[in-house]
Each structure stands twice: as structure tokens, then as C-alpha cells.
């Protein structure tokens, strides 16, 4: 599966809502055979300290994981 989302390669984006806003946010895209680089992630200063990062990088990985990736 990756080999074949190399070229292009493989992208991820994940954005946190509340209520209609825009939050925060994580993307990157694949950098090799087996690696995933993760370009940039943030929450708003607003909305830290509710473990919003926490769970977006909880549910990145997941799904880099299931997408076969071995470095991220």
C-alpha cells in the first residue's frame, strides 16, 4: 500500500473543530518507503490544556499506523 501511494506520496490532514472553528490542526505526507513526516500541528492558544493535541496526535498515529508506516 505505500509503495504504491508513493508517487504520489501519501498525505494526512487532521483538523479539530469547535462548534464551527477551526482550532487546531496536524499534516504531513510520506517521505519514504515506510516514513511519515509530520509537517505541522498546533491548537489555538484558546483552546490548549483540554487535551485536544493529545487526542489529535492519538488519532494521527492510529491511522498512520493502519496505513502501514513504520517511522513517523
Given amino acids: 500500500q505505500l509503495s504504491s501511494a508513493f508517487k504520489p506520496p501519501f498525505t494526512f490532514f487532521a483538523i479539530v473543530k469547535f462548534q464551527s472553528d477551526v482550532v487546531g490542526w496536524s499534516w504531513g505526507y510520506q517521505d519514504g518507503r515506510d516514513s511519515f513526516y509530520?509537517?505541522?500541528?498546533?491548537?489555538?492558544?484558546?483552546h490548549r490544556g483540554r487535551g485536544l493535541y493529545s487526542r489529535i496526535l492519538e488519532v494521527s498515529l492510529e491511522k498512520l499506523v493502519q496505513a502501514g508506516f513504520q517511522k513517523i
Fill in 38 to 46: 509530520m509537517v505541522n500541528s498546533a491548537i489555538l492558544p484558546d
